[in-house]
């Protein structure tokens, strides 16, 4: 199973912007999938952007399209996440996960490996 930890987590005022890192140890294959998910305290744990270690098309939650970007590097295994415009109720750990199984949807429940999580924190 892959190995995966985040980085970049912070506190940062409303519409300012952070740049999450997940790096991955392991071998990453490209119908595998690369997501980040965040959990508010009290909340279940929500999808928020996805992107195919072998390219294309990136997935986005609505509450975060045009606002996130996902990215990957393949040579340094890793993902990111860059936020921009974030907003209070931006406020959640994040984490990476992996989904390398062949399920056609981004729950928490299709991905097999995670990340321990940063906290990312918005004042107003």
């Known amino acids: 199973q892959v190995q995966l930890v985040e980085s970049g987590g912070g506190l940062v005022q409303a519409g300012g912007s952070l740049r999450l890192s997940c790096a991955a140890s392991g071998r990453i294959f490209s119908r595998d999938v690369m997501g980040w998910f965040r959990q508010a305290q009290g909340k279940e744990r929500e999808f928020v952007a996805a992107i195919r270690w072998g390219g294309g098309t990136p997935y986005y939650a609505d509450s975060v399209k045009g606002r996130f970007a996902i990215s990957r590097d393949n040579a340094k295994n890793a993902v990111y996440l860059q936020m921009n415009s974030l907003k209070p109720e931006d406020t959640a750990v994040y984490y990476c996960?992996?989904?390398?199984?062949?399920?056609?949807?981004?729950?928490?429940?299709?991905?097999?490996?995670w990340g321990q999580g940063t906290q990312v924190s918005v004042s107003s």
């Open positions: 996960a992996v989904k390398q199984g062949l399920s056609t949807t981004n729950t928490p429940v299709d991905f097999g490996s």
